[in-house]
């Protein structure tokens, strides 16, 4: 059957196992990476839209607010304009 030493027969299961090994702890970190990026994606994008939102509703009610006071007749209060 061929030269077979203890050397060789070790060589190979033991490359086998650090390849997988490698495999796995590479899997994990780039899974782990992925799903912080997406938290972090996600956590920019719910921020933005919240944001977006609430100019949306601030503007909505400075409009009321304008149309009810030209209803009553008097003057709507200035606006003040934020610079971003």
Known sequence: MGNIN??????APLAAFTMA??????????IQTARANAHMER?????QHHNQVLQEER????????AA???????PRPVEEKKE
């Open 6 to 11: 203890r050397r060789t027969t070790i060589v």
């Open 21 to 30: 090994w490698v495999l796995f702890a590479y899997t994990r970190a780039s």
């Open 43 to 47: 956590e920019k994008w719910y921020s």
């Open 59 to 66: 503007r909505a009610a400075e409009a009321a607010e304008a």
């Open 69 to 75: 006071a030209a209803a009553a007749g008097r003057a």
